[in-house]
């Protein structure tokens, strides 16, 4: 086999050469590949990320909510700006300024000739001897007309450097001179506006004229171009004409606003016109356009990074709130594997609150199929060995020889059959009494009332026991109650276990001793007996299902189903219950002797 870095021999020249050639070329691609590859994943695994959180309903309302009031705040600063406001008054201050300048070098240049001495004959005629003719009286209101030849040097010259159009008018509000019509070093030509376009604007010019038009109108007038014979149609020259200076503020047809004043043109007192100043079409437009579009600038960076934060805080709660979604359908799905819920309980908002109550009620669900698996089999052990038993005793009893021999067996099958029945009723009780403690609700349960009616009934009956129940209760007056949240019936099934089973283990003529008081938040309950206690190493078992240790009592006698079933409604009303042994003297070893067994109740008090 060849070298792939070494050419055929079989190959010429060129050919050899053009194969190394592609395998260099080859190699530097594979090595490019190879170095742009982790950039590359990375942002596949970012394009996934983001692509997998549009398509989430909660990411879209986030980030659609949070650019619904960034964009409604734009458009309020658009429409509602006090920068135009502002530019536009400013605008008319420095337009009236401007044309008040203006107007007294047109009234100093059209009334004054310099190198001519004009002379009244009337005048002339009332001389007296002796006087002498002067410069005639300025005030005396002789109408000396505005020059346009003279003017229109003065108005070109103060026009030129500002971005405004000037019109003067005369007394009968005819236009005499236009900045438009100037040009050249003073010379005037006149002519009519050429007739409006008839070519339409496109679809975008409508559009942002449209946008514009909304934009500015408000409650504006709107601006028309009158002819050079009706000046008297702006409101503003014939206030001027009347020797008041005045401004206006219009809308042109495109959207553009127009800001126009006029100032008398006089000369002590006397008005020989008016001058009008207006700005060009998009003077004021461009300037408030530029602000608008530096605002959208503005806007525009703002919606990035506000899409930017919320899409990592839809990230921070979308994202958890799909695995824990998927991890609660996970549970679902495999029932018979155990599956962990995520865990985001670090988390100190609802997130971590919900991960945690979605674990704990995972765990409590587990936990209670393992309880009823584990009941099941408890169950199907016990009736198993009393059926074995039963099974037995009847496939004997027809080769029993005697009578003492089927009696024998009867008595075996009477008592497995009790045995039975024992245990199908504890077990019945057992199954359904979560299903009844979540089904009835809680109401007050007074301890001192229960606990008397439960020791009359332990000392009426015995049940085949001489043992005497004695209730003492402490820290309270004689008539007030130890009240608890809880199902009477189901507390009473507790006392009662409690009661029988203490004066099971009893001896004859002993007697049982109930202690209710306060600890704290708790009711305590305490149940005495004088019996042989319990072995250290059956306190927590003698709470197990179906364990019993009577060794003074017949085999089968119990079904070890009643404290089990005492610890479990005791738990189910948020309680405790433990046993342990009551210490008496010492004996002779020097150890203390166990006088009796104790159980202990604490329920949360009202």
């Not at 026009?159 to 900045?179: Q, V």
């Not at 014939?238 to 008041?244: N, T, Y």
């Not at 008595?411 to 045995?419: L, P």
């Not at 009796?596 to 329920?603: D, H, N």
Request: one cysteine or more; proline letters at 5%; charged letters at 25%.
């Amino acid at each position: 086999m060849l070298d792939r870095t070494q050419p055929d021999p079989s190959l010429n020249h060129e050919d050899a050469l053009e194969l190394l050639e592609r395998e260099r070329v080859a190699a530097e691609v594979s090595v490019g590949e190879t170095g742009w590859r982790r950039p590359l994943g990375w942002l596949r695994r970012a394009g996934q990320f983001f692509f997998a959180l549009s398509f989430s309903s909660l990411t879209r309302r986030i980030v659609s909510l949070n650019l619904a009031g960034l964009v409604a705040l734009v458009a309020s600063i658009l429409y509602l700006s006090q920068f135009r406001a502002g530019l536009i008054d400013a605008r008319a201050q420095s337009l009236l300024v401007q044309a008040e300048i203006i107007a007294g070098a047109i009234a100093a240049s059209a009334t004054v000739e310099t190198n001519t001495i004009t002379i009244d004959p009337d005048r002339l005629l009332d001389l007296k001897p002796g006087e002498s003719y002067g410069a005639p009286d300025e005030s005396s209101g002789l109408d000396f007309p505005i020059n346009p030849e003279r003017v229109a040097p003065v108005l070109r010259r103060l026009i030129s450097p500002t971005k405004t159009r000037a019109r003067i008018y005369g007394g009968d509000g005819g236009m005499i001179l236009d900045s438009r019509s100037l040009y050249g070093r003073g010379d005037v030509m006149r002519f009519e506006l050429p007739p409006p376009s008839t070519e339409k604007p496109g679809f975008v010019e409508r559009a942002t004229i449209s946008i514009r038009t909304w934009l500015n109108r408000g409650d504006l007038p709107l601006y028309r171009e009158l002819g050079p014979e009706n000046g008297k149609g702006y409101q503003e020259i014939v206030q001027a004409l009347d020797g008041v200076k005045s401004s206006m503020v219009r809308v042109n047809d495109r959207g553009e606003v127009i800001v126009s004043v006029a100032v008398p043109v006089q000369r002590f007192r006397a008005v020989h016109g008016a001058l009008m100043l207006s700005t060009q079409g998009d003077d004021i437009d461009q300037m408030v356009t530029a602000e608008r579009l530096a605002i959208l600038k503005v806007g525009g960076v703002a919606s990035a990074v506000m899409i930017v934060l919320s899409l990592l805080l839809a990230s921070t709660i979308a994202g958890p709130v799909r695995r824990l979604a998927d991890g609660a359908e996970r549970v679902r799905r495999r029932i018979q594997t155990r599956v962990e819920i995520p865990d985001f309980t670090r988390r100190r908002d609802e997130i971590g609150h919900l991960s945690g109550a979605l674990r704990d009620m995972t765990n409590a669900l587990y936990s209670r199929i393992e309880a009823i698996e584990m009941f099941a089999a408890d169950v199907a052990h016990e009736l198993k060995n009393p059926l074995t038993s039963l099974r037995s005793a009847v496939e004997t009893l027809p080769l029993a020889r005697n009578d003492t021999s089927r009696a024998r067996l009867l008595e075996v099958i009477e008592h497995d059959v009790k045995r039975l029945d024992r245990l199908i009723s504890d077990i019945s009780d057992a199954s359904r009494l979560d299903a009844e403690l979540q089904r009835q609700d809680m109401a007050p349960v007074d301890l001192r009332r229960l606990l008397t009616t439960l020791t009359s009934v332990a000392n009426e009956t015995r049940l085949g026991h001489d043992v005497a129940v004695e209730a003492r209760f402490e820290g309270r007056g004689a008539t007030d109650p130890f009240l608890v949240p809880g199902h009477d019936s189901r507390l009473g099934q507790v006392i009662s276990n409690l009661l029988s089973n203490a004066q099971s283990f009893s001896t004859p003529g002993g007697k049982v001793r109930v202690t209710c008081r306060r600890a704290r938040s708790e009711i305590e309950i305490i149940v005495d007996d004088d019996g042989p206690g319990i072995g250290e190493d059956a306190l927590e078992r003698i709470f197990e299902r179906f364990y019993t240790d009577r060794p003074h009592q017949g085999f089968g006698q119990n079904s070890g189903l009643g404290l089990s079933i005492s610890k479990q409604i005791i738990e189910a009303h948020n309680g405790r219950i433990w046993a342990e042994n009551r210490h008496g003297p010492a004996d002779a070893d020097g150890k203390p002797s166990v006088a009796g067994a104790r159980f202990v109740v604490r329920l949360p008090a009202l």
